[in-house]
Structures are given as structure tokens and as C-alpha cells.
């Protein structure tokens, strides 16, 4: 198949006055020119989408799909910990099960010109069913024991079906993060933990916090012995040897200059979730002096009980807002190329290019003509007009 459009943005930067795309199989065979392209490969059926501009197909690199339940259903208060416990009172009240698919949620997140997605998730889902409907799907079982200290290697080896969120430093003792690191490494997965998200849990890795004790408590999870590291919560998890660059670091909204140099060193890659960081009040994001160290930052929408969607391209209208500075291939990356690395991905998505995977977003009635006009245009969009995930169809407008 061969599709056509007004406009191609086969990579940062660049763009391609009707251009077109080959597809053979699950991989790109070429793009370049719409004429050339036809000439090149006669016998290929042709989709003309005029007036359309396509695109590499986003990565959502942090979510929790299972939370759907909680849209409409939980408010932030002011206190974070409570918002937590709040989310988990619901999920047992509303009897969710194991095996439930968040049909609405990958609708959203595949209209949204989404194709790969880090999913934090505590319940079995019908995985199955995720990756049928077109998601490129990274799962990471958050882990919930704090208490913990005496990991069972083969329960927590099958306890995932891709690798582990690390959930955060006060949610999962040093052993099992650190058991999990190995066996992640052991597949060429990834980990994936919150870090630094909020006060009670720098005030709770320091010394001690009275919500994070009592939410611990009613998890059974609570360590008696917990005294406190006297450290931030970057610095303690370094301490741990957990930072690298197969991690991603979520939020990171309360570091020190300290914090910022070690990430940089470490080579982890971030993920900013703009809207939720919003929704919870945060004080201004540190994400323009990491971005001065050289940390790469990517997107993520977080969930329902959060947010209003799960469309990347929302954060990345609002990243722009909050962080001028951010070139128009910088925002692109951060929703394409930043987040591949740790999932090993590089090389195979987030560009237009022979060899790559098919995974395209098509984009209707575009407006500009230059690769920036047409970055400003696209964060203002709501859904893709069509996407295509390993050269099938996914999803049509």
C-alpha cells in the first residue's frame, strides 16, 4: 500500500510537500515523493489522503489504562496521599476484576495518533485484547511492598507481562527494586518508577510522613524499622544503584540541583505529564534545567483519575505553553524518539524510513507549509483522521 498526503514529516525537522509513504508488510519500503514513489512501486494500491499530513505514530510513555474506572469518580483535595488512598478504595468498591479490557481508554489513546504505550498497571488486564486492538503495549506491574525484604524470585519473575514499575521509593523496599532491576536487565526490558512526585514522599524518604504511614498501614505494607535515609528521594534510589539509562523516571516535579546532576549522569530518561502535573497542583516543573543538563524528557497522559483525556498530544500543547524554548523538533521527540531508547526501540519507530516499522498517523485538513507552522498546528489536534500500527489499520476517524 502506498499512502499519499499533502504533507510528510518523515522525521524532526524535515517535511515533504506531497509525499508519500510505501508500505510492505509491517515495515516502511520507501518515502519520499508522491510521483516517485508510485513510479517506483506500480503495483501498489494507492490511498490518497489529500489535503492530510502524516506523521511517525506518538508514544505514550506513561499511563495506567486500568484506572479508567476512576474518570468522574475521585477529586484531588489537596493532599496527595489521600488521592491515592481514594483511588484505591474505588477500585475495591467497584469490584474491578482481573481481566477487565479499559476499551474507552485504548480507543483514546490509538485516536490520539498513539501506537506504544507504558502502561503502569497493579491487575492482570486482558492483555491479549490490548495488543489486538493495535497497541504496541509495554505493561510494567507496579510493585506494592515496602515491607518486603526477602524477595521470591520466581513469583516476581512471573509477575509481569513485560517488566516492573518500581511504583516509588515509598512504596517498594530496596530489595524488591533491586530484584526487579535484575530481572528486567536479565530480558533487555526496562524499568519504570514514580520519583520525586510529590512532598509527603520527600518528607517520608528524609525522615518519616504521617499520610504515607497510615496509607502503608492499610496496605499492610508498613516497615516498622523505617527510619528515614536523610536523603532526597533521587539520591536515596541512587544510593540503590537504580538509576540508569533502562529507566524512566516519572514526574520528577521536587529535585534539588544535586538530583539534576545525578539523573544527568545516570542517563535516565524522564516523562512529564503536563496536565496531571496541573490537575495536582505542583509548583513550577523543573524540566527546563534538565533540559539544560541534557536529560531527555518524553510525554505521558497518566490516567483518568488525573486527566480528561489520554491524548498525547494535549501534553505536548501544554508543555509547549509552560516551556517555550522547546524547538519544534524537540516537542516531536519527545513524543516519538525520546522514550525509545530505554524500550530498545530506536532504529525501529518513531520516524518515516525504510526498514522501520509501519507505524503512521494521518492527520486531516492540515494547516502551514513549513515543519514548525505544521508542529503548531498538530499539538492543537484532538484525533487522528487514521492510524496504522505494524502496517495494519488501527484506527479511522
Not at 475521585?74 to 484505591?88: A, C, K, S, T
Not at 516535579?253 to 539534576?260: F, G, H, W
Request: a negative charge; proline letters at 5%; one cysteine or more.
Amino acid at each position: 500500500m502506498i499512502i499519499t498526503g499533502q504533507y510528510l514529516i518523515p522525521r524532526p525537522g524535515e517535511i515533504i510537500a506531497d509525499g508519500a509513504v510505501c508500505i510492505d508488510g509491517d515495515r516502511i519500503a520507501a518515502v519520499g515523493k508522491r510521483d516517485d514513489i508510485i513510479k517506483q512501486f506500480p503495483n501498489k494500491s494507492v490511498l490518497e489522503r489529500r489535503g492530510c499530513l502524516i506523521t511517525p505514530a506518538l508514544v505514550n510513555a506513561h499511563c495506567h489504562l486500568e484506572l479508567e474506572f476512576c474518570e468522574d469518580k475521585v477529586q484531588y483535595r489537596g493532599n496527595f496521599v489521600e488521592w491515592l488512598q481514594e483511588v484505591r478504595n474505588l477500585k475495591h468498591d467497584m469490584m474491578v476484576m482481573p481481566g477487565y479490557f479499559p476499551k474507552r481508554s485504548v480507543r483514546a489513546v490509538l485516536s490520539s495518533g498513539t501506537t506504544t504505550l507504558c502502561d503502569h498497571y497493579t491487575m492482570e488486564m486482558d492483555f491479549e485484547a490490548i495488543r489486538e486492538a493495535g497497541l504496541r503495549y509495554y505493561g510494567f506491574r507496579e510493585l506494592f511492598e515496602f515491607n518486603n525484604h526477602h524477595p521470591n524470585l520466581k513469583r516476581l519473575r512471573d509477575a509481569t507481562v513485560c517488566s516492573y514499575a518500581v511504583h516509588s521509593p515509598y512504596t517498594t523496599s530496596a530489595e524488591i527494586a533491586q530484584a526487579a532491576l535484575a530481572i528486567a536487565r536479565e530480558r533487555g526490558v526496562p524499568i519504570s518508577m514514580h520519583l520525586s512526585e510529590m512532598q509527603q514522599e520527600l518528607e517520608f524518604i528524609r525522615s518519616s510522613n504521617d499520610d504515607i504511614e497510615r496509607l502503608l498501614r492499610r496496605a499492610g505494607a508498613w516497615e516498622d524499622e523505617w527510619r528515614g535515609t536523610g536523603m532526597t528521594p533521587v539520591q536515596y534510589f541512587d544510593s540503590l544503584d537504580l538509576l540508569a539509562p533502562d529507566v524512566f523516571c516519572v514526574h520528577l516535579n521536587y529535585i534539588t540541583s544535586e538530583d539534576i546532576e545525578i539523573l544527568a549522569a545516570r542517563g535516565i530518561t524522564h516523562v512529564y505529564c503536563p496536565r496531571s502535573h496541573a490537575y495536582f497542583m505542583h509548583p513550577d516543573h523543573p524540566l527546563a534545567k534538565m533540559r539544560d543538563a541534557g536529560i531527555h524528557s518524553c510525554l505521558g497522559t497518566d490516567s483518568y483519575g488525573s486527566n480528561i483525556s489520554l491524548g498525547i498530544l494535549e501534553e505536548a500543547k501544554l508543555a509547549w505553553v509552560e516551556f517555550p524554548q522547546i524547538t519544534p523538533e524537540e516537542i516531536l521527540m519527545m513524543m516519538t524518539e525520546y522514550p525509545l531508547r530505554p524500550l530498545r526501540l530506536d532504529g525501529e519507530l518513531g520516524k518515516l524510513e525504510k526498514g522501520y516499522l509501519a507505524d503512521i498517523a494521518v492527520w486531516e485538513d492540515c494547516e502551514g507549509e513549513s515543519f514548525e507552522e505544521h508542529m503548531r498546528w498538530l499539538v492543537r489536534q484532538p484525533t487522528a483522521g487514521m492510524v496504522m500500527s505494524n502496517g495494519r489499520i488501527v484506527y479511522e476517524g
